[in-house]
């Protein structure tokens, strides 16, 4: 079974000074707002609306403005030890909730052959969008600072990318673009063989190793996908013959087994990995050579 990894913005705090709430602070001020009340009870992807309706009426801020800012600041983080042994592992494919392109920059420090490959040119979606870097592909699969209205955020464009990617699996994309006509993913496999357009299909071809990623439920079209890949299991709607890991610090299991008993059912192989200390770069080696192992 071929690998691939799916890789969240943590790799980056394992030692960047510059954290998410530091962006999201930024953000804030930004858009000329006061410091919003509660902002450690809120979702994500309501917080930002609530970011972008106040900018909105207080000072009429257009949303892209907001990405446009996010899109630069995310653009100055530098590839760390992490990002270059990612790319030195023998897989083919990675997949990235991050919106900054240190993948890329590991080979292609100028990013000067870096750009979007999709089969399908979307400007605010990302089912397709992927940057080829010499043999390696990175899909950005929530946007990429390149194209800051890719970048996912609010509530709005969480929901209407779960449209998108339910519509490519589930139904087909009748009408939805002018290049190619999918069909559903199910009709797709058994017809065989599957073309990878998407970074979608891979949750159904390939061992996908999950690591930095928190994977909160806020993530809905991920966890959607989740689901309808177990449920496609457990009906036989399909043959599903991959698996799913799930890498997560020792220390936050207890704390996170209401979230792992939903990956487990969800058919995701949880993986508990030492950490020394507060040392990411310890546990993420750890994790990468368990990975290396495997894939070997």
């Not at 954290?19 to 006061?34: C, K, P, Q, T, V």
């Amino acid at each position: 079974m071929n690998n691939a990894l799916l890789v969240g913005n943590d790799i980056n705090n394992a030692t960047s000074s510059y954290s998410w709430d530091d962006l999201l602070n930024g953000l804030i001020r930004f858009a000329r707002l006061e410091k919003i009340p509660n902002k450690s009870n809120k979702p994500f992807p309501l917080l930002y609306e609530e970011i972008y309706l106040n900018a909105a009426k207080s000072h009429k801020t257009e949303e892209i403005k907001l990405k446009d800012f996010i899109a630069s600041n995310t653009g100055k983080l530098e590839p760390n030890e992490i990002h270059r042994k990612i790319m030195g592992i023998e897989v083919q494919d990675i997949l990235t909730t991050n919106y900054d392109l240190t993948f890329e920059k590991c080979i292609d420090p100028a990013l000067k052959n870096s750009s979007n490959q999709g089969y399908i040119r979307e400007t605010l979606y990302s089912l397709f969008r992927v940057h080829q870097v010499e043999s390696k592909r990175i899909w950005h699969i929530h946007g990429s600072e390149l194209s800051p209205r890719s970048i996912t955020l609010g509530y709005e464009h969480y929901s209407g990318y779960l449209q998108q990617m339910r519509n490519y699996v589930a139904t087909g994309t009748k009408g939805t673009y002018k290049k190619e006509e999918f069909k559903p993913l199910a009709k797709r496999i058994a017809d065989g063989p599957l073309d990878h357009f998407s970074w979608v299909e891979f949750f159904f071809t390939h061992d996908i190793h999950i690591l930095g990623l928190n994977l909160d439920f806020v993530e809905m079209h991920l966890w959607w996908l989740l689901t309808y890949r177990a449920r496609a299991m457990v009906e036989k709607r399909f043959q599903v013959r991959n698996s799913l890991f799930y890498y997560l610090p020792e220390r936050f299991v207890k704390n996170s087994k209401h979230k792992l008993e939903l990956l487990e059912v969800n058919g995701v192989k949880c993986i508990p990995v030492s950490q020394r200390g507060s040392n990411k770069l310890d546990y993420y080696e750890k994790v990468l050579d368990r990975i290396q192992h495997i894939n070997k």
